[in-house]
């Protein structure tokens, strides 16, 4: 292969309880990547299609990624890359992520897959970084790996591959506002109470529980956030309704998308998804503030190969 287009998918972090640890990749939304080889070495960004972002290697997360990962394999040809970005950055759905897992992915294919989905994930996380100002990779993982993930530890970096219930589906409202990730975190606390840990990991392990079980009723009890939601939220406008609206219409649970804006619903059934899709649009349509939702089964299988030559 000489050139490679991918999609690559949209990913909801932290998904409540797990904090900087567990997320799960989307379906419906995405970017789309070409990476092709060329004679002359490097990294080069051609073109960005979509949105203002640096075309500059160095300051751009997919070319920050995309040096890691040439600078290791050191081959004999360089690559470009073009940029067909769909996920808004800053929006909580993991647009820095999608572009540093693509690229990773895309120039692991061309080169034979030297490197496993572990390795890939570290590679992107370097680029992950420019955007947010710390390497993690609870986007990063459920792009590259699919479905649910849980990162054990980032040094050294642990993935863990979590079951999918296959009847899961997750709807979500992207509130027309920005939220930086890097001014999301500096809000929170550095200390928290004994019992709000309690309960934390306790949900954590009863969501882990839950998704191996094919327990749903357990699922929507876990997706309870004592530690970070309570700050979050604050930046988030009609958070709380938006939330009351989609269990009162029979989502299992709904949680902050990443930093935000994003809210994601996690629902049984595709019928019971877009219920939950109509109630928070009519939450956000007597706001004034723009937005966009969207419903998505959970995507097991990652980072999607479009087309190759």
Not at 1 to 20: E, H, L, R, Y
Not at 205 to 224: F, I, M, R
């Amino acid at each position: 292969m000489n050139q490679i287009k991918i999609f690559s998918p949209a990913t909801v972090a932290n998904v409540s309880c797990g904090f900087d640890v567990l997320g799960f990749c989307l379906d419906t939304v995405g970017d789309e990547m070409i990476i092709r080889k060329t004679v002359e070495k490097g990294i080069k960004i051609t073109k960005i299609d979509g949105f203002d972002l640096p075309l500059e290697t160095k300051k751009n997360v997919a070319g920050v990624a995309a040096l890691a990962i040439y600078e290791d394999a050191k081959p004999d040809c360089g690559f470009e890359i073009e940029i067909y970005k769909k996920i808004k950055p800053g929006s909580g759905i993991g647009s820095s992520s999608a572009s540093a897992s693509g690229v990773v992915f895309a120039i692991n294919e061309l080169l034979g897959k030297p490197y496993n989905k572990t390795q890939l994930s570290d590679f992107a996380m370097k680029g992950e970084a420019v955007a947010s100002g710390s390497e993690h990779a609870d986007n990063i993982a459920p792009g590259i790996f699919g479905g649910f993930t849980l990162v054990k530890s980032n040094q050294p970096l642990k993935i863990l591959e979590l079951p999918t219930p296959s009847n899961l589906y997750a709807t979500l409202i992207h509130p027309q506002i920005e939220v930086k990730t890097a001014e999301a975190r500096n809000i929170l606390p550095k200390n928290i109470p004994m019992q709000d840990a309690i309960t934390q990991w306790s949900n954590v392990g009863s969501l882990v529980h839950a998704l191996h079980t094919n327990d749903y009723p357990l699922l929507g009890e876990a997706l309870q956030d004592v530690i970070v939601e309570p700050h979050r939220s604050k930046l988030i406008p009609h958070y709380n309704e938006v939330k009351k609206a989609a269990i009162s219409n029979g989502a299992l649970g709904s949680g902050i998308s990443g930093s935000g804006p994003s809210i994601f619903s996690l629902s049984e059934g595709i019928e019971t998804a877009k219920k939950v899709e109509q109630a928070i649009q009519e939450v956000y349509t007597k706001t004034g503030i723009e937005f966009y939702t969207f419903t998505s089964k959970i995507n097991a299988e990652g980072i999607k190969i479009l087309s190759s030559e």
